[in-house]
């Protein structure tokens, strides 16, 4: 029982030196616990301590650099800094890293003296390097295949390369990059192939996630335009122009063709119009003339047979023919039997009428 009484007031205490402890981490900040920056650039931190403090101390990369007094007395060396927050609040601290370096990278501690003890935050240093696309401007025919490298130096940690062509983000399956390490730096190496078609702006871009805008090199890519282009239009044009000639001449054929076979029938067709015509005519002006003779027989004649006549000069009958001369004419007249005469027609031609006797 003595022993645990004896033993209260030891867990009382160790308590307090625990609440005390609790108090001064809760009374004491850092922030920000982790940074990360670009090479050159400036960096800040800030401490707040609640309650009475005397100095504090910054140490950087296991250097002390910087000493703050509460009184307002501060040494700073180099490119260190320091000063009481905006409002002249003593109880905060404003510590700056001016053109930061990647030796400075590492942790940054704050020491309060007295029960306080220190806080660590972490500075992540950044480094941009160089970009260079491989042998500057390049001139091809077109729809060469082109390859372009485009080399990185110094970079930290390693960059991301991308491409771009006349402004236009080129696909990541289009180009191969691999790094290499050198010393505490990056060097890379990108390989971008591509058909030549225009003329292009070929640009590399590099960039760290801390830098604002890449870092880029580009070059012209000249593209000459191909010859065989031409001989091909001139094949296209000469082949086209072949093909129309000999449509139209085979129109031209057929046209020709068709045109005197045309005629070749016109002809015909006129040859034997021409030649029923004549035919007609003929057996037209034959019946015609042999109505006619029909109406002149019975003039002044009572018994006439039913005779064939013609203009031919003759008769057939029953195979024989025999020529009336004039002569039977005026001698037989008065019988009856046959006649022949003489007439004087309008158109003033003399015919001469012959009549067969059935
Ligand atoms: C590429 O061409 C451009 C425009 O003609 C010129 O300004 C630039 O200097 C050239 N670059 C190289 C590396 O020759
Ligand atoms: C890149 O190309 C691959 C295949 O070639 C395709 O699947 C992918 O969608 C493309 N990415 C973009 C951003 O166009
Ligand atoms: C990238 O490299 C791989 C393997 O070396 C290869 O198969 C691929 O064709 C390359 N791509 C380009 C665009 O060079
Ligand atoms: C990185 O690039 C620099 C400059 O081009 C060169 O001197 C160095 O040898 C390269 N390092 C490696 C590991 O290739
Ligand atoms: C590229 O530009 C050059 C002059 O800079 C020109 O002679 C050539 O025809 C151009 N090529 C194409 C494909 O437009």
């Known amino acids: 029982m003595t022993a645990t009484w004896k033993s209260w007031p030891n867990l009382f205490h160790i308590c307090l030196l625990l609440c005390a402890t609790g108090a001064v981490s809760q009374n004491f900040l850092l922030e920000p616990r982790s940074t990360t920056v670009l090479q050159g650039s400036k960096v800040q931190f800030s401490a707040t301590v609640e309650g009475k403090w005397n100095v504090m101390t910054w140490t950087v990369g296991k250097l002390l650099v910087l000493t703050v007094l509460s009184g307002g007395n501060i040494t700073s060396s180099g490119q260190y800094s320091a000063r009481f927050c ?6 905060c601290v404003e510590f700056t890293i001016h053109n930061v370096t990647r030796q400075q990278s590492g942790e940054v501690i704050c020491f309060v003296q007295g029960e306080y003890g220190s806080k660590i935050a972490h500075l992540y240093v950044q480094e941009s390097g160089t970009v260079n696309i491989v042998g500057g401007n390049v001139t091809v025919a ?23 062509l006349s402004g236009q983000d080129v696909n990541s399956s289009l180009y ?37 805008n890449p870092q880029s090199s580009s070059v012209l890519l000249v593209v000459v335009p191909k010859p065989t282009d031409w001989t091909v239009l001139i094949a296209v044009v000469v082949s086209f122009g072949g093909f129309a000639l000999l449509v139209l001449l085979i129109l031209g054929i057929i046209f020709c063709y068709k045109r005197r076979k045309e005629k070749q029938l016109n002809y015909q067709d ?5 030649r029923t015509q004549s035919q007609s005519g003929v057996n037209a002006g034959g ?3 042999g109505h006619v003779n029909a109406g002149y027989i019975p003039e002044g004649q009572t018994s006439v047979a ?3 006549l013609t203009d031919s000069g003759f008769c057939q009958r029953n195979g024989s023919s025999f020529e009336m001369p004039d002569v039977v004419n005026s001698s037989q007249a008065g019988n009856g039997y046959n006649s022949a005469y003489n007439t004087l027609d309008e158109s003033g031609f003399k015919k001469h009428r012959h009549v067969t006797i059935v």
């Not at 006129?270 to 021409?274: G, K, P």
């Open 306 to 308: 039913p005779s064939e």
């Open 270 to 274: 006129e040859m034997r119009r021409v």
């Open 142 to 164: 077109q729809d060469q295949q082109v390859e372009f490298q485009c080399l990185t130096t110094g970079w930290f940690p390693e960059p991301t390369v991308s491409w771009t």
């Open 176 to 212: 191969n990059t691999t790094s290499m390490t050198d010393g505490d730096t990056f060097n890379s190496s990108s390989v971008f192939k591509f058909q030549a078609v225009h003329n292009t702006t070929v640009e590399c871009l590099a960039t760290v996630p801390t830098l604002p």
């Open 86 to 91: 905006p409002g002249g609040d003593t109880s």
């Open 287 to 289: 019946q015609r003339q």
